[in-house]
């Protein structure tokens, strides 16, 4: 039996979002804190576990909300740095957050995932996130238009720049990680039936694939490191 239940309430103003929609979770690289996006109610929540009670704990300032109708889908932490990223998966944004050890966060910036001339169809998504081994970079996926933003992070602020938006992607983007070691982007390309292998540069961004392996509706990508 689970030892504790938190059921999560709110909603937003888009058709789809009639009640919470908890879509991921992510834990810090402390192990103290946990991110839940709910893409239902556009806000991120925070929370920290009582190993002694095995109780879940909702952190003081949660939830967090992020823009109206936005749909926050997956959050990235900075390995070493305190810094949230969020991804929304029904607006061409990206959210940075600084966060302390309590769960608070405060909001850095919001960036468009998509240069001005590329426009999203009816129908658009962002869908995975991910933070490439140095921690100088961050990668959104964008199905539909398949493109694979990558953003520069300001150690100092955590502010996003972005310095590619790779077109030459696979078809529907749906899953991705990052090499243990550092030099490849593995992504899941739920459309194209494929898993597909980036080489990414010193500077961050990607080249075209040199790698792929047909896979029937792949969704994600993780490494285990033994």
């Known amino acids: 039996e689970p030892c504790d239940i938190f059921r999560l309430t709110g909603e937003g103003p888009e058709s789809f979002q009639l009640g919470p929609h908890a879509h991921s979770i992510q834990r810090s690289p402390s192990g103290n804190l946990f991110a839940v996006c709910d893409k239902g109610g556009d806000q991120v929540f925070m929370f920290k576990l009582d190993e002694g009670k095995r109780k879940i704990v909702l952190c003081k300032e949660s939830p967090y909300p992020c823009t109206p109708g936005s749909a926050p889908r997956y959050s990235a932490f900075h390995p070493t740095l305190p810094y949230l990223f969020v991804n929304m998966e029904n607006k061409t944004i990206l959210a940075a957050f600084r966060y302390g050890e309590e769960g608070e966060l405060a909001h850095v910036c919001t960036v468009d ?114």
């Open 113 to 226: 995932a998509l240069p001005p001339h590329i426009m999203p169809p009816q129908g658009f998504s962002q869908s995975d996130i991910c933070i490439g081994k140095s921690g100088k970079y961050v990668y959104s996926l964008l199905r539909q238009v398949n493109v694979i933003s990558v953003f520069e992070i300001d150690e100092n602020t955590g502010e996003l720049t972005m310095v590619q938006a790779f077109e030459r992607v696979c078809d529907g983007p749906r899953g991705c990680a990052v090499t243990p070691d550092g030099r490849f982007l593995i992504v899941a390309a739920h459309a194209g039936q494929e898993v597909v292998t980036y080489p990414i540069g010193e500077d961050g961004t990607l080249s075209p694939a040199v790698s792929l392996i047909v896979q029937p509706a792949p969704g994600t990508v993780n490494f285990l490191e033994i």
